[in-house]
């Protein structure tokens, strides 16, 4: 079955040291007043402040990968659980759910449609982009950027370190064309500064 494009954000896919049974997530806060929306599966960026907000696209060393969060919902006077953080609606601040157990890994989406991520690409470092989130569902629309792939700059926030191939035939396993199902682990990150290949 050929790759299509259906970015879906970075989903734990285990840890590099064989883990099992554990999310590996901390809780987090999101200030009140930040408006960045934030949907399940999108990188987050620690702040001065201690706070985390969702991260943009670059060389900016990122906290981890959120999942969800529960706030005071303003409307309905109660405390509710969410897939994402719309930017609003919440009295006080919105506590986040994220990922930062550096040796978890994650499934994600290359977001060409022209070149695969390929076998020569293992260990090399790669930057996000943020896509289109569904704002039904809360799901992230995040993908990794193949034009981004660099061995040697350290300050990108993933590292390849491997393909889903299976099972053989399923949407985006063929690891020859554009838009093929990788595996990362995190590169520039909180706990875990690497120093490239």
Do not use: E, H
């Not at 906290?63 to 706030?71: E, L, N, Q, R, V």
């Not at 609606?89 to 990922?99: E, F, K, N």
């Not at 399923?170 to 690497?194: C, E, H, L, M």
């Amino acid at each position: 079955m050929a790759n299509t494009s259906a970015p879906f954000g970075f989903q734990l896919a285990g840890f590099l040291d064989g883990r099992t049974g554990s999310l590996g997530q901390q809780t987090r806060l999101i200030a009140n007043g930040d408006s960045n929306a934030v949907y399940s599966g999108d990188p987050v960026t620690s702040l001065s402040t201690g706070y985390v907000t969702r991260s943009t696209a670059g060389t900016t060393q990122i906290a981890g990968i959120f999942i969800g969060c529960s706030y005071l919902n303003t409307s309905l006077g109660r405390t509710v659980w969410s897939p994402s953080w719309p930017g609003s609606g919440a009295t006080g601040d919105v506590t986040a759910y994220v990922i930062t157990d550096p040796q978890a890994t994650f499934k994600v989406q290359a977001g060409g449609s022209t070149t695969a991520i390929g076998i020569i690409d293992t260990n090399a470092n790669i930057n996000f982009a943020l896509g289109t989130p569904n704002t039904t569902t809360g799901q992230s629309g995040a993908y990794v950027d193949q034009t981004t792939i660099n061995p040697a700059t350290t300050t990108l926030p993933f590292r390849i370190i491997g393909f889903v191939t299976s099972p053989p035939g399923a949407p985006n396993t063929d690891i020859t064309t554009g838009y093929n199902n990788v595996i990362v682990a995190f590169n520039f990150q909180d706990f875990r500064v690497t120093t490239g290949t």
